[in-house]
């Protein structure tokens, strides 16, 4: 039952999204959109996504807040390093094993890091939980270390945001993977 309702879901937003890029509601336009729907969804289906967590109330007002304050000190830097003459920074690309290995962290992860300017994902290892980021204005070996951090502490907030209770206590026993450190 979970599968058809995830499907009519999609459906939905898929026929809305047709609508809204030919910029008319129409009954031809609905049509349309309903048989790009079904064959997007027959010809790619998408693999389920499986949610065993849940909402924090807490959990989602830190991450929240601690995001917006990483966008902002980072949209600050990212324009600091944008103006200043004559400055070349240094980037690196540094690969983290993410501690809770789900489809749905892996995104939400990659999501979250990628919005905050000076870093971005290149390349996720979904079969190893590893995320490989590019992060910007390294000048000593201990920014790649930092830059390890913060991508366990987005982990962290959002595993503490919406995950199972087995997944708080992973992240919380185990503050950091060594083998990519």
Known sequence: MGRWRDQLIASGW???????LWGDLSW???LGGLLVAIAVLLFFPLPPVTFDGRLRLRGLLVF?????????RASVHVARIAIQPGFVPRSAIVAVRLR???DLNLALTA???SLVPGTLIVEVDRAAALLYVHVLDVRRP????????QVRAVERRIVEAI???DEVRRIRADPADKEYS
């Open 100 to 102: 809770v290995p789900t």
């Open 64 to 72: 929240a807040v601690t995001f917006v304050v990483e966008l902002v």
């Open 14 to 20: 898929l026929v809305l999204v047709w609508n809204l």
């Open 163 to 165: 995950g199972s209770p």
């Open 28 to 30: 031809g336009n609905l």
């Open 111 to 113: 999501e979250a890091l």
């Open 142 to 149: 201990s920014d790649l270390a930092d830059a390890r951090e």
